[in-house]
């Protein structure tokens, strides 16, 4: 039994500690039937991909919410609480629910020997089942294909992108990468996907094939045009079918958004063609309005952004951004990352465009090291603090006017320095 979230995420941990990263979906499904089925009990969306995947299931959530809908969704990892991973709406499932349904499930999961994210995702199935959500928006962890989230059977399914991450686990290709992301992909249910690359679209093209679902492509079935940055938002027209909204508007930075957006509405319009969902155009512009998503580019004041990019692609596409948003400006990083990712290239591209860099380390298990992480770079003008709150520190002091100051590298790095820097800086 447990008394508190802090006692609840301990044990979360020790789980961690003791099985890693465990997967296939064997015992999911073994105490998932243990516990009655909670998945099978409300409709879902399923969304997979490198990167975009939490962009992409804001949009469609606040869309969802905005047509009057119990929206509920799973996602990670968590930026401040354990508790923004399951969402009803926009609010995270209370301490007294979390700890009721993880004390009700506790025999089952140790009989099973579940992991720290099987324990989560069932936590999920059960709170959407209890609280008899209209649908719910399910995030894959890792992959795709053997993720514990992969026993629900959605309404859809939606892969945002490819690119080279969890190489160790999914593959050094992107087609390999892309075989287990198509994992997700059901018997006759339909999906979107926002992968361009030859290489991998021909791979999730196949298994929709194999399994007679009906695909739909960026820049084919779904068209993006009149792509216009604005002050504090940006603006896109789409084209879906025989669907077509001009100037839609979103409060995110950088085309990566737009794709993402785009991806969201084409899925809202999917369940209105395929499932006959009354979901409204007014919906959809005011659910774009509502979808600004934490860690994603976020400008904490009009010199500090912190931005979770955590693969080389992540990376990409902020510089993009940055030179996008501010031509005339320079760029200073505060950079850390996870041993497991490819921090070498992502230093690389940071250092063809950053004025400075500052590297940092943060105190988990799959933190790189600072050594590591200055042998990677070649920037002439760098610093180094093992302390992360320093780090910022000198980041905040030393900051020029002519400058942008970007945190980065992690989202884990994010979860750790957004609520520091929000006590630190107005926004």
Not at 67 to 89: A, D, K, Y
Not at 127 to 141: H, L, M, N, P, Q
Not at 164 to 190: M, R, S
């Amino acid at each position: 039994m447990f008394n508190t979230v802090e006692e609840m995420m301990n044990y979360l941990h020790t789980r961690e500690s003791a099985l890693g990263m465990d997967f296939g979906l064997g015992r999911m499904e073994s105490i998932l039937t243990a516990l009655g089925n909670p998945e099978r009990k409300f409709r879902s969306i399923h969304i997979a991909g490198t990167n975009g995947k939490g962009s992409t299931l804001n949009v469609i959530k606040q869309i969802l919410i905005q047509s009057g809908l119990q929206t509920g969704t799973f996602t990670s990892p968590h930026l401040e609480r354990v508790n923004e991973r399951i969402m009803i709406n926009n609010t995270q499932i209370s301490d007294k629910d979390l700890l009721d349904l993880i004390n009700n499930a506790l025999p089952v999961i140790e009989e099973y020997g579940a992991t720290y994210f099987e324990i989560l995702t069932v936590l999920s199935f059960m709170y959407f089942e209890k609280r008899k959500v209209d649908i719910a928006v399910i995030e894959t962890g890792l992959g795709g294909r053997l993720d514990s989230t992969n026993v629900i059977t959605p309404l859809l399914s939606v892969i945002t992108s490819i690119g080279l991450d969890h190489t160790n686990i999914l593959g050094n290709t992107l087609a390999d990468i892309a075989f287990e992301k198509a994992g997700i992909i059901k018997q006759a249910v339909p999906v979107i996907t926002g992968v361009r690359a030859q290489e991998p679209s021909s791979v999730i093209a196949a298994k929709a094939a194999e399994q007679s679902a009906r695909l739909y492509r960026i820049d084919q079935d779904l068209k993006i045009s009149s792509y216009q940055i604005q002050n504090q938002t940006q603006s896109f027209s789409l084209t879906f079918g025989e669907v077509e909204f001009i100037d839609l508007i979103q409060p995110m930075f950088g085309r990566h958004q737009v794709d993402n957006a785009a991806l969201g509405v084409s899925a809202i319009l999917l369940l209105n063609q395929q499932y006959g969902y009354q979901i409204n155009e007014e919906s959809i512009r005011k659910g774009l309005l509502a979808s600004k998503w934490n860690g994603r580019f976020e400008m904490l004041n009009p010199q500090v952004i912190i931005d979770g990019a955590h693969n080389p692609a992540g990376i990409t596409v902020l510089i993009k951004t940055l030179q996008e948003r501010y031509p005339d400006k320079n760029y200073r990083f505060v950079f850390t990352a996870l041993q497991d990712k490819k921090f070498d290239d992502m230093l690389h591209l940071i250092d063809e465009h950053a004025s400075a860099l500052i590297l940092t380390q943060i105190d988990i298990d799959r933190a790189s090291s600072l050594e590591d992480l200055l042998k990677a770079s070649k920037l002439a003008d760098k610093m180094a603090f093992s302390d992360w709150k320093e780090a910022a520190e000198y980041g905040l002091n030393t900051v020029k006017e002519n400058e942008i100051l970007i945190f980065t590298g992690s989202l884990y790095f994010v979860a750790f320095v957004r609520p520091y820097l929000k006590k630190k800086i107005i926004f």
